[in-house]
T-cell receptor
């Protein structure tokens, strides 16, 4: 069974551009989470989607947004990129809202130049 | 105060050593607790859940003290392959998010 898949693996952008990151959860998982991990820092919660709706977001500016599609895949969009947005963006999924185990994808390394 | 705080690292230990990691959480309503392992710039992977009665999985033992809001992970007979960053994770069931600690880096030397 395929795990959580993320694309692209690496993304290089310049300041002011927009980035789109994609995530496909494990088959049957309805909840998708996005985390940001800047170099040397811990995972910071960005967004949580469940059953197609945004359920919670972390302390990030509105230029971080996303959505979840009917097939439960998800997209993270970052507008007006800033240098400090450079980080590893991790997507994770779990079976349903109440489930506990979170399964992570291998991440998208975003570099903003 | 951070919601989840861990021992600062890195921990440098010889093979065969016993090492313990500590973690405190600020929200007394937190419901469930986990230890994840993350290898260098790779995705975190669930190591073990932490139960109130304490639990063991081979060389790994996890403990929870709700009164002190404290979680620990003990690794016995350290192996080179245990070298990684260990993340303490708390689910307080507020908005469904898992809150990650900063992580403690472990380096096991021959």
């Amino acid at each position: 069974e395929a795990g959580v898949t993320q694309s692209p693996t690496h993304l290089i952008k310049t300041r002011g551009q927009q980035a789109t990151l994609r995530c496909s959860p494990i088959s049957g998982h309805t909840s998708v989470y996005w985390y940001q991990q800047a170099l040397g820092l811990g995972l910071q919660f960005l967004l949580w989607y469940d059953e197609g709706e945004e359920r919670n977001r972390g302390n990030f500016p509105p230029r971080f947004s996303g959505r979840q599609f009917p097939n439960y895949s998800s997209e993270l969009n970052v507008n007006a990129l800033e240098l400090e947005d450079s980080a590893l963006y991790l997507c994770a999924s779990k079976f349903r809202q109440g489930a506990e185990k979170l399964f992570f994808g291998s991440g998208t390394q975003l570099s903003v130049l | 105060r951070k919601e989840v705080e861990q021992d600062p690292g890195p921990f440098n230990v010889p093979e065969g050593a016993t090492v313990a990691f500590n973690c405190t959480y600020s929200n007394s309503a937190s419901q469930s607790f986990f230890w994840y392992r993350q290898d260098c710039r790779k995705e975190p992977k669930l190591l073990m859940s932490v139960y109130s009665s304490g639990n063991e999985d081979g060389r790994f033992t996890a403990q929870l003290n709700r009164a002190s809001q404290y979680i620990s992970l003990l690794i016995r007979d350290s192996k080179l392959s245990d070298s990684a960053t260990y993340l303490c994770v708390v689910n307080n069931n507020q908005g469904g998010k898992l809150i990650f600690g900063q992580g403690t880096e472990l380096s096991v030397k021959p």
